[in-house]
């Protein structure tokens, strides 16, 4: 079989520089930031789960996150998680992340990764032949977000996240909403 495999890629993309420049060109270094990239923010997100299975099951999603900076690139968040419900789950639960972020744009315009550990509870079976509900358990969650500012207090925020289950329910949510920086 793996004789009769052949492929060929092929890879274009294109780049855009978040670092405002007098020079034309590529920047040889980024601009140092000043200060934490975020104080306190509070953000309300709704979106979307979408749990990883062949029918990948749709439901809707909402998330109360309170987002801190502790460092210069680093940033801490507590958010509250409802993933909906669906044929394959029910869950929602507290989820906390470190981040590294970095602001762009005149502080206008945030982008950052985040890693962190979501404890949730999930009413549908986690194993169905042993009709159990009431799953509880801790999981992993990778995020990418970007944030874009209005002014000094209000934006908007955008998250995808993988939730890393070890029951075979990892979902991918998709989530976005206004913040305010306090």
């Given at each position: 079989?793996?004789?009769?495999?052949?492929?060929?890629?092929?890879?274009?993309?294109?780049?855009?520089?978040?670092?405002?420049?007098?020079?034309?060109?590529?920047?040889?270094?980024?601009?140092?930031?000043?200060?934490?990239?975020?104080?306190?923010?509070?953000?309300?997100?709704?979106?979307?789960?979408?749990?990883?299975?062949?029918?990948?099951?749709?439901?809707?999603?909402?998330?109360?996150?309170?987002?801190?900076?502790?460092?210069?690139?680093?940033?801490?968040?507590?958010?509250?998680?409802?993933?909906?419900?669906?044929?394959?789950?029910?869950?929602?639960?507290?989820?906390?992340?470190?981040?590294?972020?970095?602001?762009?744009?005149?502080?206008?315009?945030?982008?950052?990764?985040?890693?962190?550990?979501?404890?949730?509870?999930?009413?549908?079976?986690?194993?169905?032949?042993?009709?159990?509900?009431?799953?509880?358990?801790?999981?992993?969650?990778?995020?990418?977000?970007g944030s874009y500012r209005f002014?000094?207090?209000?934006?908007t925020r955008v998250t995808w996240?993988?939730?890393?289950?070890?029951?075979?329910?990892?979902?991918?949510?998709?989530?976005?909403?206004?913040?305010?920086?306090?």
């Amino acid at each position: 079989l793996a004789d009769e495999l052949d492929t060929v890629s092929v890879l274009l993309g294109v780049g855009c520089s978040l670092e405002r420049s007098q020079e034309r060109g590529p920047v040889a270094q980024a601009s140092a930031q000043d200060g934490r990239t975020t104080g306190n923010e509070l953000n309300v997100l709704y979106g979307l789960a979408i749990v990883n299975s062949f029918g990948a099951e749709l439901s809707p999603a909402v998330s109360v996150e309170y987002r801190r900076g502790l460092l210069k690139y680093l940033e801490w968040t507590l958010a509250w998680l409802d993933e909906g419900r669906n044929e394959m789950i029910a869950r929602n639960g507290f989820l906390s992340q470190l981040w590294l972020a970095r602001s762009f744009l005149d502080d206008s315009m945030t982008l950052g990764f985040g890693a962190g550990a979501y404890y949730a509870s999930d009413d549908i079976s986690s194993d169905e032949a042993d009709n159990e509900t009431g799953n509880k358990g801790l999981s992993g969650v990778v995020s990418f977000s970007g944030s874009y500012r209005f002014n000094k207090n209000w934006g908007t925020r955008v998250t995808w996240s993988r939730i890393l289950t070890d029951y075979d329910r990892d979902t991918d949510v998709m989530l976005g909403g206004i913040s305010y920086r306090f």
